[in-house]
Structure formats: C-alpha cells, structure tokens
C-alpha cells in the first residue's frame, strides 16, 4: 500500500484517461469502438474503485477509546427494571464522549450521513461554529497595503439550534427480567435505527422549521428558487428545464460537469422515480448509452456520484421543483448536543417499560451556494 499521495496521484491519472475517453465518444468527427471504449473504461473504473479504497484505508483515523459506545448496557437495564434507576443521562460532563461515538455508529451505517461534518454543542441553545473555506487567491504588489478582506471564508457562527426528537420504545416485563439474550444491543438498534431515519430525511428535505429542525438539501433549493418568475431569474447554479419536459441524462451529465471541476466532493440525490425517468431516456447517441451504462453500473455521471434516495421528491411537473440536487454532503453541518436523557415511565396496569430517549440535533448546508440543482422552469 502506498502513501495517500501516491495514490491520489494513480487516482487521478485513471480519471484524466476515463475523461479522455468520454471526449472521444463525443468528438463527432473521430471514429470509435464503441465496444472498445467500453471495455477499457470498465476496467478502469475498477482500478480507480480499487484505488479509492486503499486510499480510505490510508486516512482511516485511529480509533480513539471512550468510555461509553452504546445507551444501554446490561446492568442498567436490570437496575431500571428493579427500578434502582429512575433515568440515564449521557454526557453530564460536558464531554462528547458516549453521545459522540453513539452518533458516529448511527452515521457511519448511512452513505449520506458519514459524509456530513457533525459538530457537538454544549446544550440546545449553542451555535455551531463552521469553518467556510477562502475564495481564490490573487497575488499582490510588494509592499501593498491594500489586500481584499474576504468576506465569505473564516470560523463563523451558524444558525444552528438542536431541537428534540424523542423516541419511545415499550418494552415487556418479560423482556427485561426474564433475561432475554442481547437485549441491549437490540434496543440499541431499534434507537439507531430511528435517529438515523430522523436525521436522513431531515438532511433530504427536513423543512427547517421549529416542528422539523433540520433544512434539507431540496427544500434549501426551492427556498432559493421561489421567488423566481422567469427561469432567467434562477442563480447560474441552478439548471431550470420546462414544466413539461422530461429530465434527460444529457441534462443530469450537464449538472455533474458543473460540480466536477469544483474542489468539493459533490454527491448528486435523486429520487427513484426521476432515476427511473432517466432510465427512459430514448436519446440513442453514443454519449446517453454510455452514461446510462454508467449510471446503472456504478450509479455515477462524470465521475460524480449519484444517490438514489426514497426520500427525495418524486419527479413532478410543478413550476419551481428541484429534482436532484448537486451537494457537497462534507459541508452539511450536523448540530448535536452532547447531553442526552434516556428516561424510565412506567404507568400503573401497564405491564411494559418506556425508555424514552432524546436526543437534541438539527442541521443544513452550511453555504446555500454550494448546492447545485436541476429544477422545474417558473410557469
């Protein structure tokens, strides 16, 4: 295994050959193997996933040890069910440890989540400081006094409020004293599972109000476009086809090259019933045939890569719409406050427990700018 800049560097070399390969598709006036381009780009494909992966590998961080990883363990669960414990409460301290790595195993399982950058507050009412990058840099005279302030990059502070999204699990009196095996990991999954499911449609299309916390990529999108009435109104970002048109792949492709050359990693989400419209495109170029191929194989576009999502809007003729949004998912801020109670009710002639546990989360872009769309024109 070489280092991580050795193989960024093999990285990059497999996609400059695979772009060039795609240009020469498209070169109307150079003849082709179709059969032959796609063999050779198949291959490489393969080797640059394999590459990517022993570059994962290089940048994996060392574990850290914390002293809680899971709400549960065995022995609290036979002290709340003698009612020895009234309650838990995770991260009294002031640390992160416990909700921390608690959230880090929900997120890791998520392909969209594991990519957003998860800040820990101190309690709901903090703000969480995100970090927006310089713009391009110029060069100056020597001696000047006189260098741009930018304004856009430096340590900030982002309207994030964690809010609560409380989750209820009944669980039977036999299941916690006649000692069902693994008992606590399986609650602990029924949780994750309902925090992950949380925080991934809020991430989609949460509508960032105080009933649903966080603001998801789609409905930052159709905030920014609403005013719009003409398509010559929507910001250069943003790529309006007609209300009646059908979303073509050369269009979806046109979206990836706009966010392929940034120095972002940019994820394109859809929903599956758009994915599906593009799978009907009955454009018959060489260049559709390829991408679609591309797209079903390895669910990418211009080396961009593409989510299907079930929480994503279905494709819809309404005016102003997105229907796949072009995001760098690193970018989307994750608020957690590093507290959480895990509360015990029990109610008289109810013969199960409650284990109540709330967290307190919410999230957004942090840069509405960086997110890139293919949207309905105005009507």
């Known amino acids: 295994m070489g280092n991580k800049f050795e193989i960024q560097s093999q990285i990059d070399a497999v996609e400059l050959e695979l772009r060039s390969l795609r240009e020469d598709v498209k070169n109307t006036e150079k003849e082709v193997n179709v059969d032959e381009v796609r063999s050779k780009m198949k291959e490489l494909e393969a080797k640059r996933g394999s590459l990517i992966k022993e570059l994962a590998e290089c940048e994996k961080p060392v574990e850290q040890t914390e002293t809680r990883t899971a709400l549960f363990d065995a022995e609290e669960l036979r002290k709340l069910a003698k009612g020895e414990l ?20 929900v997120a890791v399982k998520d392909d969209l989540l594991a990519q957003a950058d998860i800040q820990f507050g101190k309690d ?15 060069s100056s005279t020597e001696g000047t006094t006189s260098v741009t302030v930018d304004t856009d990059a430096g340590i900030s502070i982002t309207e994030l409020n964690p809010r609560a999204y409380p989750r209820v699990l009944p669980v039977s009196a036999e299941a916690l004293t006649v000692g069902v095996v693994d008992i606590e990991n399986r609650m602990q999954g029924i949780f994750d599972k309902a925090f992950r499911k949380a925080m991934h449609k809020g991430m989609i299309v949460g509508a960032g109000t105080s009933g649903d916390a966080m603001e998801g990529i789609f409905t930052n999108v159709n905030n920014a476009i609403s005013a719009a009435t003409t398509a010559g109104d929507y910001p250069a970002r943003v790529l309006g086809i007609g209300t009646s048109a059908a979303l073509t792949v050369a269009k979806l492709a046109e979206l990836a090259i706009k966010v392929g050359g940034l120095d972002e990693e940019y994820t394109i989400v859809l929903s599956p019933s758009v994915y599906g419209a593009l799978m009907g495109d009955s454009s018959t170029d060489d260049s559709t045939k390829l991408y679609k191929e ?82 309905r024109n105005p009507s």
Do not use: C, H, W
């Open 86 to 105: 009234r309650s838990i409460t995770i991260g009294t301290d002031g640390g992160s440890v416990g909700v921390g790595k608690i959230f880090e195993q």
């Open 294 to 375: 591309t797209l079903i194989r390895d669910k990418s576009i211009e080396n961009v890569k593409v989510v299907v999502d079930a929480y994503a809007p279905a494709t819809t003729a309404a005016a102003k719409t997105a229907l796949a949004v072009a995001a760098p998912l690193g970018r989307y801020e994750i608020g957690v406050v590093k507290a959480m109670q895990i509360d015990v009710i029990k109610t008289a002639g109810d013969k199960n427990t409650y284990f109540q546990a709330i967290p307190f989360f919410d999230g957004k872009q942090a840069d509405s700018r960086d997110l890139y769309a293919i949207a």
């Open 124 to 138: 709901a009412l903090t703000k969480i400081p995100v970090i927006l990058p310089l713009g391009d840099l110029t």
